[in-house]
């Protein structure tokens, strides 16, 4: 016996991935909905190889007899949305920024904390966090088991799928604007992005921070531990798919490069690609499409006592957002809602 599960955003790009997933992974599912603004009804969106579904009004549709809802609509809509399907029993499982730091509200990466899903039970909703902070956490939790973990120095590279459609669009016509001298003003960034890196990601904060940097802070603390000293900067890069960071790490103790790159290679969810060679390494551009955190570039940091560095890479579309979704919704079925 399946679930019934919508897919609230369905006609975004994550949206659309969450319905790829669920296809790829044979997610038990007995009807799927696909659910998006009054503008979107009515549209066609895929659902594997073969279905295609017809897009449903968010606004009026009744979450009553739905199991699980894959929301990423967006913060404000999630807000009003994803409540609502709770309190009609559907469990959410919610990809904004809206919920995750609310202390009664799970916020979960599955290969790092899935005890915490059995938290759902107080609001009816499950957190996914940050694409950013999925693949680090993904490949810290290891290092972390290994030799606890003081303190994380990230700097991110981060694709414009982050940022939506209109994002990658913007990206397509400026870099063909710069070919034909057709320059394309910027609209979805505060400056051109083709061709260029951005070192804002997010609205700015008080302490010169931005959001982006902030969530990654807190959300480590949150699905991590909540003494790990965290500093992040985010940056705005020229790739369409794939999210890449720099991570330094500042452990309580002596860990070796062998010893961590044993512990990644065992990892679930990591793949070691780490030759010293040109080339021995991974990028953007080969983890599109992919659901596994590569990592790379593993090596000593000899600027502090008990330091490791290394280099990671990620499809922020798929382990940044719809699988890990997906699999908590596995976690979800198989441990709490087995019919």
Not at 34 to 41: F, G, K, P
Not at 49 to 61: E, M, N, P, R, T
Not at 98 to 122: C, S, T, W
Not at 307 to 334: P, S, T, Y
Request: aromatic share 6%; net charge negative; glycine share 8%.
């Amino acid at each position: 016996m399946g679930y019934k599960v919508a897919v609230i955003g369905a006609t975004g790009n994550v949206g659309r991935e969450m319905l790829q997933t669920l296809a790829d992974r044979d997610f038990p599912v007995d009807e799927v909905f696909a659910l998006a603004s009054e503008r979107s009804v009515g549209r066609e969106v895929s659902f594997g190889d073969d279905a295609v579904l017809k897009v449903k009004d968010l606004a009026d549709f009744d979450f009553k007899g739905v199991d699980i809802a894959l929301s990423s609509p967006g913060a404000k809509v999630s807000a009003v949305h994803s409540p609502r399907a709770a309190a009609a029993g559907c469990v959410v499982i919610d990809n904004t920024s809206h919920f995750r730091m609310e202390p009664d509200v799970p916020l979960v990466v599955p290969e790092v904390n899935p005890q915490a899903i059995a938290g759902y039970k107080k609001r009816g909703i499950i957190a996914n966090p940050n694409c950013s902070t999925i693949q680090m956490m993904v490949a810290l939790k290891p290092l972390h088991t290994l030799g606890k973990i003081k303190r994380v120095v990230v700097s991110t590279y981060q694709s414009v799928s982050g940022a939506g459609k209109d994002a990658m669009d913007e990206l397509f016509e400026q870099t063909r604007g710069i070919y034909v001298n057709e320059p394309v003003p910027p609209s979805k960034f505060p400056k051109p992005i083709a061709f260029n890196v951005i070192p804002q990601i997010d609205s700015f904060m008080d302490d010169g921070s931005t959001k982006e940097e902030w969530k990654m802070v807190v959300e480590t603390r949150k699905i991590l531990d909540p003494d790990i000293a965290v500093h992040a900067t985010c940056v705005r890069v020229p790739v369409f798919i794939g999210h890449s960071e720099t991570v330094n790490v500042e452990f309580e103790r002596p860990v070796s490069v062998e010893a961590a790159r044993e512990a990644l290679r065992k990892a679930p969810g990591v793949v070691v690609i780490d030759e010293h060679e040109p080339g021995g390494y991974a990028t953007p551009a080969e983890c599109a499409g992919e659901d596994a955190v590569y990592v790379s570039r593993l090596r000593k940091d000899p600027t502090i006592a008990n330091g490791l560095a290394f280099w990671c890479v990620a499809d922020n579309l798929r382990k940044g957002a719809a699988l890990n979704a997906v699999q908590i919704a596995e976690v979800l079925v198989r441990d709490y809602l087995g019919k």
